[in-house]
């Protein structure tokens, strides 16, 4: 049977090596895919990526029993990447997000194809502008598919601050899409 992410935690705080890296392995691809979003950059997102496993690392011992390890990792992820927009790291963008926004295809019409391509990279340029606690919470709750209550325990904010930062995003949204603009 497979165990937990709290249990590969807890073997991994009592020696097991093992451990981290089946906890890593597991969130590679979805933490990963977050971190792009929120740095629009494959080699920012990598970094931060390596940060937050190296913060769980370090801080390992604090994680409090009966706490759920995939809130508190993005806890760790949110927080350095909000860090990181805030210190104004920003590296050029070589690479475009390789995530594809969840837009439904219409089939093999070229045509409908281009103006689907067209409608993710204008969906990706507005979330792309908004403001990092909006993003945040937006990219946890409609990408990662996070509760309100779980984005305000990963963002160490109210749920009441959650909404608002859903509804100013998606008002922002609405102004900078074209009309049926689909997230």
């Known amino acids: 049977m497979e165990r937990t992410d709290e249990l590969l935690l807890e073997a991994y705080r009592e020696g097991d090596e093992a451990a981290f890296p089946e906890l890593l392995r597991r969130y590679q691809g979805p933490l990963f895919g977050y971190l792009m979003r929120m740095a629009r950059n494959q080699e920012i997102a990598e970094d ?3 940060e937050t496993f190296l913060r769980v690392h370090e801080k390992a011992h604090t994680f409090r029993a009966g706490a759920r390890f995939k809130s508190w990792l993005y806890t760790i992820a949110t927080r350095i990447a909000i860090d990181h927009q805030r210190r104004g790291k ?4 070589l690479q475009s997000v390789e995530n594809k926004l969840p837009i439904p295809s219409t089939g093999n019409n070229p045509a409908e194809e ?11 340029g507005a979330i792309d502008t ?3 606690q909006q993003r945040a919470a937006l990219v946890l709750a409609y990408y990662q598919g996070h509760t309100y209550p779980e984005v305000a ?3 160490g904010c109210s749920l009441s601050s959650v909404k608002t930062h859903m509804s100013r995003a998606l008002k922002t949204l609405a102004t900078r899409l074209p009309s049926g603009g689909v997230l």
């Open 114 to 124: 281009t103006v689907q391509s067209e409608l993710r990279k204008t969906v990706k």
């Open 48 to 50: 931060l990526f390596q």
């Open 130 to 132: 908004l403001p990092p």
């Open 90 to 93: 920003h590296r050029p963008q």
């Open 153 to 155: 325990q990963i963002m």
